[in-house]
């Protein structure tokens, strides 16, 4: 079994009281704060986070860009704009897939020892929660393992579909990691 799954976990549960060094915001592109995950993370922060965040003057979707995290236990806030699901066939996919990777990047970057992510896009954005997860954890683990970058890692779920569906998908991606290394 590849040692990095040890470090990997799925979780219940509100983001903002996570006790990590980051914590990855499901934004969108003005960075001002919305409903969701991100007007969670913004009414914890505080309003010192906004100040920031007008300062960064938006981000694209399928970037990402870092903040500090104020009031959260958290250190940093990692913000990425997923896209808007349309038809599943406007770039959606390789759109979600970069923002895994560009967090991901950006952990690395700030030598991130602990990261929890939201389920991205899966909210108001509307994207299926199967694929959004796949697309998830194939992301995150391909990083880890070619980037040789073994941070902990939270997928933080809110609601119970997408808890069991990732726990699922976790198991499954366990092994086929495991059959491959066997
Ligand atoms: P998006 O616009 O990217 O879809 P949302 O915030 O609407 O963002 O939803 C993204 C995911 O975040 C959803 O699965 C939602 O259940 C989840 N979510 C909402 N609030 C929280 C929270 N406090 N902690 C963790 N996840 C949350």
Known sequence: MKSFLEKIFIAKGDITSFDVEAI?????????????VDGAIHKAAGPELLKECISL????????????AYRLMAKYIIHTPGPIYKNG???????????????????????????????????????????????????VFAFVDKEKYFPTIYFVLYDDE???????????????LQTISE
């Not at 990855?24 to 969701?36: D, F, M, Y």
């Not at 938006?58 to 860009?65: D, N, T, W």
């Not at 997408?162 to 086929?176: D, M, P, R, S």
């Open 24 to 36: 990855v915001n499901a934004a969108n592109t003005s960075l001002l704060g919305g409903g969701g």
């Open 57 to 68: 003057k938006g981000c694209e979707s399928g970037k990402a860009k870092i903040t500090k």
């Open 89 to 139: 066939k406007s770039g959606e996919s390789s759109l979600l897939e970069s923002c895994y990777k560009n967090c991901m990047t950006l952990a690395k970057e700030y030598n991130i020892s602990s990261i929890a992510f939201p389920a991205i896009s899966t909210g108001v954005y509307s994207f299926p929660k199967e694929d959004a997860c796949k697309i998830a954890l194939k992301t």
């Open 162 to 176: 997408n808890f069991l569906i990732y726990k699922n998908e976790f198991e499954k991606v366990k092994n086929e």
